[in-house]
């Protein structure tokens, strides 16, 4: 863990990110827009994290990710475009009284010790197993060509990212230590949420 750094945050319920993952986001909210111009000011980065109440000012999820700006089109209006990186997770230890539109925090950010970490091959075919299910009972259209051809992070943390599962469960994917667990959770969360069947109660991508 890194000593508390000073974190400007995008509260945004269903939209994780996970560290070397990218993340498209538009930017309209004028506070947002205010993050960006302050983020780019600095050092390209903001924090994302989950909501846990609605309002103006909801409470937070204790866990976020922080992300990297490496991609920015600004237009004309003021909106952005953006793609984010994901850096590295971060623990909010405190909400700073900030004079900004946007929220701040004091986090710690830890060190990203699953980069180097692989599946077992039983683990690695059975999250693909359950990963072609869940898509066949979707209709969705995947390349699982490309997908064979992932590393295991990327596999991984991929399927969390996107996954259009609620979300208390896409935060229980971020918070999980181990692409292990995470793997296991994941394959869970697929049969639990592809048992729902019929066109009401059908996944839809959030």
């Known amino acids: 863990m890194s000593e508390g750094k000073r974190i400007s945050i995008f509260p945004l319920a269903g939209a994780l990110l996970f560290p070397g993952m990218h993340l498209p986001l538009h930017?309209?909210?004028?506070?947002?827009k205010a993050l960006i111009n302050d983020?780019?000011?600095?050092?390209r980065q903001i924090g994302m994290i989950q909501p846990?109440?609605?309002g103006d000012v909801p409470e937070l999820f204790s866990v976020g990710c922080l992300g990297k700006i490496i991609d920015i089109?600004?237009?004309d209006d003021g909106r952005f475009n953006v793609?984010?990186?994901?850096?590295?997770?971060?623990r909010v230890l405190e909400?700073?009284?900030a004079t900004t539109a946007f929220r701040q925090v004091r986090a710690e950010i830890e060190d990203n010790l699953e980069a180097d970490e692989v599946l077992a091959s039983a683990e690695r075919a059975a999250l693909e197993i359950e990963s072609r299910k869940f898509a066949d009972l979707q209709g969705y259209?995947?390349?699982?060509?490309?997908?064979?051809?992932?590393?295991?992070?990327?596999?991984?943390?991929?399927?969390?990212q996107i996954a259009p599962f609620d979300a208390a469960s896409k935060q229980a994917l971020l918070e999980v230590d181990g692409l292990s667990?995470?793997?296991e959770l994941i394959i869970q969360l697929l049969q639990f949420f592809g048992r729902q069947d019929g066109d009401e109660g059908r996944v839809t991508l959030q």
């Open 181 to 183: 667990n995470r793997s």
């Open 27 to 32: 930017i309209f909210e004028e506070r947002y």
């Open 39 to 43: 983020a780019m000011a600095r050092d």
């Open 73 to 75: 089109e600004a237009m």
């Open 95 to 97: 909400e700073l009284d």
């Open 83 to 90: 793609v984010l990186e994901g850096v590295a997770r971060f």
């Open 52 to 54: 846990k109440t609605a």
């Open 141 to 160: 259209q995947v390349d699982w060509d490309s997908i064979g051809r992932l590393d295991d992070n990327s596999f991984v943390n991929g399927i969390a």
